[in-house]
């Protein structure tokens, strides 16, 4: 018989469904926060040969609790490598890595994030972080997956400056600006749902709604049109095994909160 589902926080929710899009024996390049959460959640569930990938060098870790960046020493516990940003880079240009994932300030219909500035970009309103290693891991991650917060101001119709490249222009861009065959946004998640791309046209396409969202919050938080399946399935919330395992993780409440 399930678990029975349980009470739970957005935060609780995001990382559960993402953790559950990575699979076992596959090889994840992971950023700062709720994407650490959402990997190590993966490893100490479906996916315990899941391997994981740090910027600064870390190579198949088993991560005891969740670290404060990608260079904390404990991203190195149980690793197979203590290497290099250098060696991390270089293993993701050759094409090992599946998957990628990134956070982003702005993402247009076609998947291209912002993370540089908002506003022009000679004259900007806010300067932000920039890229790190957001642009080499869009880039060159056979799939990338993006969480992040959806609203008008977010979802954008062009983004105000491509940090990292998505689908570009539409189907084929990527591919006629230089960039591997067969990578791009995989999925994106945010408070409202989970997205994907459509296969023609290379546009957001809704995948799944969280339980208690409805279309009208979808459309009411983009700036352009997604696109609306006929059937609109839900994610399945965060059973109380799993919150347990989410604050094993995180025991500070440093990113899912006490």
Do not use: W
Not at 99 to 122: E, H, K
Not at 222 to 235: A, C, L, Q
């Amino acid at each position: 018989m399930a678990e029975k589902e349980t009470n739970y926080t957005q935060t609780e929710l995001l990382a559960t469904v993402a953790g559950r899009l990575l699979e076992d024996k596959k090889s994840v390049f992971v950023g700062t926060g709720l994407p650490m959460i959402a990997t190590m959640f993966a490893q100490r569930t479906h996916a315990p040969k899941l391997l994981i990938f740090f910027e600064a060098g870390s190579m198949g870790p088993q991560v005891p609790v969740l670290p404060i960046s990608v260079g904390d020493s404990r991203t190195f516990y149980k690793a197979i490598a203590a290497s290099s940003m250098h060696d991390s880079m270089s293993l993701t240009q050759a094409g090992y890595m599946d998957y990628g994932f990134l956070g982003a300030a702005q993402i247009d219909i076609y998947g291209n994030i912002n993370t540089t500035v908002i506003g022009p970009y000679d004259n900007f309103k806010v300067r932000l972080p920039g890229s790190g290693g957001a642009n080499d891991v869009g880039s060159l991650c056979q799939k990338t997956i993006v969480i992040m917060r959806q609203d008008k101001l977010r979802f954008v119709e062009k983004v105000d400056f491509i940090t990292t490249p998505g689908y570009l222009s539409g189907k084929g861009a990527r591919e006629e600006a230089g960039l591997p065959e067969g990578g791009g946004p995989y999925r994106i998640i945010t408070q409202l749902g989970v997205y994907g791309f459509d296969d023609k046209t290379k546009k957001m396409k809704l995948l799944f709604l969280h339980p208690g969202v409805n279309l009208e919050k979808v459309k009411e938080n983009s700036s352009f049109d997604i696109i609306i399946p006929d059937k609109i399935e839900f994610t399945t919330p965060p059973t109380e095994k799993e919150r347990k395992i989410l604050h094993e993780i995180d025991p500070t409440g440093m990113a899912i909160g006490k």
